[in-house]
């Protein structure tokens, strides 16, 4: 695995801009193929390069869906755990279809169960196929015919299986023409990626009712075009601390957005930072750090990392509770987390679900992180770095590909020097 020496010595201000939001585009993706909108507009006017990872795997696998009906299709999900799961309820769907998914060990080893037996509870009377490998392949043989219009899941794991079955309730309403529902037992953990997938329904044409804790498609009007694509929340997270600490500002900043992370906005206010919007979906940060921070992993999960590395340099303690949801992501990000801090010089406690990270008294002059193959690890390493001034050495940069492929170029408009 390489290495990356960054150097934050001469910093500058710049421009800074955020890839396409991943978790926006996939859930587009999937409506754009079910609703005529394929391919999408907004990401062919994008350079695949410049696409995040999940989002080229999600599109090779709706491309392997929307094939003539024959042989098997053979979809490598890599590490996406979010295309995964959307896949699997897709191939679920599609009537007839024979679907092989793979994927790295990380991914086989994190959890899936629970979309598996939905889906086998709800079509597995009507047909469905579903075998599991160890853990590769997961294949997928649908039916041609369903029965009771109803996915029963528990949220406390993940809100992603809400969400791939409430896009297959899509496909299935207008295969169909009746409701389709799902319906989720228990807490729903992360649920601003369930409002997410909700609001992206309805951008697309269809109504979604709410009834406790059930949500059910029950129309679809057809639109003339696909709604424009916003910019990533969870990488502009990265940039807009960045430009804080460089002066300068970013781009694709939509603070309507429906994206759980444009959270980070209100969450760093009570350290001293405030975002302040510019013309056309600019946006800066400013004023000067003054207390620690409190975050919740059952709001924003995938912040925290982000939060983590700006709590390195705050003047006092900060604290993220319902922690124990980041140990099933690409990597256990509750290590990492403690990992970066330590290396960076500061103290972490871990008391049941709730963490307190105490940053150190001075910053050092160099400090050395593993990415552990987890591209927010990798990126919060290098937001560290450019905050504290600080030198890093940083093992498996290349990861940023699954998120942000152009982050390391964005680093450099901020006059970070980059040398392997």
Do not use: N
């Not at 989720?184 to 009712?209: D, N």
């Amino acid at each position: 695995m390489s290495q990356l020496h960054v150097d934050p010595s001469h910093l500058k201000p710049a421009s800074l801009t955020p890839p396409v939001s991943k978790s926006d585009a996939q859930r587009a993706l999937v409506l754009a193929h079910h609703t005529g909108h394929w391919p999408l507009a907004a990401l062919q006017s994008e350079p695949e390069s410049d696409l995040p990872a999940d989002v080229r795997v999600l599109k090779r696998g709706v491309d392997a869906l929307r094939l003539p009906a024959g042989p098997v299709r053979d979809v490598d999900c890599a590490d996406g755990g979010a295309p995964f799961r959307i896949l699997v309820t897709q191939s679920a769907v599609t009537p007839g279809v024979h679907v092989r998914l793979t994927g790295t060990p990380r991914l086989g080893e994190r959890p899936h169960g629970p979309l598996f037996k939905s889906l086998q509870e709800a079509l597995g009377p009507a047909g469905l196929k579903l075998t599991e490998g160890k853990p590769w392949p997961v294949e997928i043989q649908a039916p041609t015919r369903t029965a009771d219009p109803v996915f029963r899941v528990p949220g406390d794991q993940s809100s992603q299986y809400a969400s791939s079955l409430l896009l297959g309730c899509a496909a299935l309403f207008l295969r169909e023409h009746r409701p389709w529902s799902v319906e989720i037992q228990g807490t729903l953990t992360s649920a601003g990626y369930l409002e997410l997938t909700v609001s992206w329904l309805r951008r697309f044409g269809f109504t979604v009712e709410e009834t406790g804790s059930r949500f059910t498609v029950t129309a679809h009007q057809a639109s003339k075009s696909a709604p424009p694509m916003p910019g990533d929340w969870s990488s502009l997270g990265y940039l807009l601390l960045i430009a804080w600490r460089t002066g300068g500002s970013v781009e694709r900043a939509d603070p309507s957005s429906a994206h759980p992370d444009q959270a980070i906005l209100c969450l760093v206010q009570p350290a001293g930072l405030t975002p302040v919007p510019g013309p056309d979906l600019t946006m800066r940060m400013e004023g000067k750090a003054r207390a620690g921070l409190v975050a919740s992993g059952k709001e924003c999960p995938d912040l925290l990392p982000t939060l983590a590395a700006l709590a390195c340099v705050l003047p006092g303690p900060s604290t993220l509770t319902d922690v124990g949801i980041l140990r099933l992501k690409e990597s256990d990000r509750l290590e990492g987390i403690r990992t970066l801090v330590a290396a960076y010089g500061g103290t972490t406690t871990l008391d049941g679900e709730t963490l307190t990270l105490t940053p150190p008294a001075a910053p050092p002059a160099h400090f050395a992180m593993d990415s552990k193959g987890d591209h927010r690890l990798a990126m919060v390493s290098a937001t560290l770095a450019i905050l504290s001034g600080a030198k890093l050495t940083l093992t498996g940069p290349e990861c940023v590909e699954k998120s942000f492929p152009g982050f390391w170029r964005q680093v450099e408009r901020v006059g970070v020097r980059l040398t392997e």
